[in-house]
């Protein structure tokens, strides 16, 4: 199959900006080839033109979830960014406690990748509340464009170094060890993650009740200025007052680009 040229290039860019909002520089060329190329071939394509073609008419959405996965960047592991779990635990979840007087605890893990992000906080809901998480709707919405990694984070396997981070006494709590190297998530905690597929730029969401905390770390990288401006703004609308939201440590919001307000690196409120 011959190499992606300039013009395919283009037409493959517009595609992925008007439907996922990520934006690729043309210095993004040759990583885009390199990531699609045996795909294509192995799905029988003889040009990027073939595949161009079909995927705009693609009805059954295979070779739009076979190009999300490849664009994607998918590494990460429990405990990621640790501080922003000890500031869940230590600051945002007694306050919660306090003020969310039905007990029912909505929280948002958007651009969830393969589920670590969405275990993680599920772990600390249940050491933050023990017993007492009977008492509490305390169930994690974990979303993501891609199936394929959706697809993992509900198998709830991990290797060995991806809980690297984890205390031992977690590890041993949480997670059954499968093999010298693969660790499964126990029942108690995978039942508290809802996974559900979900364009973050999506003009109409879905959701019928406000959050009180989002996750959207490391995702907003992808996007221009314009999307990540536009995405801000939707995230503050869908939070409670007084709601958290957290990015990733390489992500920054202005302050003249929205209404949060900042807590701490990469941590911001609705006030």
């Known amino acids: 199959m011959s190499e992606l040229t300039d013009s395919e290039f283009i037409r493959l860019a517009e595609y992925i900006k008007r439907n996922y909002g990520i934006s690729l520089s043309r210095e ?6 390199a990531r699609l190329a045996n795909a294509l071939i192995q799905s029988g394509f003889k040009s ?35 501080e922003h779990f000890y500031f869940f635990r230590d ?19 958007a651009a969830c990748s393969s589920g670590e992000e969405a275990y993680t906080l599920a772990i600390i809901l249940n050491e933050y509340f023990g017993r007492d998480i009977l008492h509490w709707d305390t169930k994690v919405l974990a979303t993501d464009i891609s199936e394929q990694v959706l697809r993992e984070a509900v198998t709830g396997i991990y290797s060995a170094d991806r809980l690297s981070v984890l205390p031992p006494e977690w590890r041993s709590k949480y997670f059954t060890r499968i093999n010298q190297d693969s660790y499964r998530v126990v029942d108690q905690i995978k039942s508290n993650v809802i996974y559900r597929k979900f364009n973050l730029i999506e ?7 406000k959050f009180h905390v989002i996750f959207c770390r490391n995702v907003m990288i992808y996007f221009d200025n314009e999307t990540k401006a536009w995405l801000v703004n939707r995230l503050y609308d ?29 941590v911001y409120r609705k006030i």
């Open 203 to 209: 003009r109409n969401y879905p959701f019928k009740k």
């Open 48 to 82: 990027y033109t073939e595949f161009i073609d079909k995927l705009l008419g693609d009805k059954s959405g295979e070779l739009t979830a076979m190009l999300v996965n490849k664009i994607t960047t998918n590494h990460t592991y429990f405990m990621r960014e640790k």
């Open 28 to 33: 993004k060329k040759e990583l885009l080839n």
């Open 91 to 109: 600051e945002v979840l007694p306050y919660l406690e306090k003020t969310v007087t039905d007990r029912d605890l909505r929280i948002w893990c």
């Open 238 to 266: 869908i939070l409670e007052q007084g709601g958290y939201l957290f990015i990733g440590h390489s992500e920054f919001i202005a302050k003249e680009q929205s209404r949060f307000r900042y807590v701490m690196p990469a």
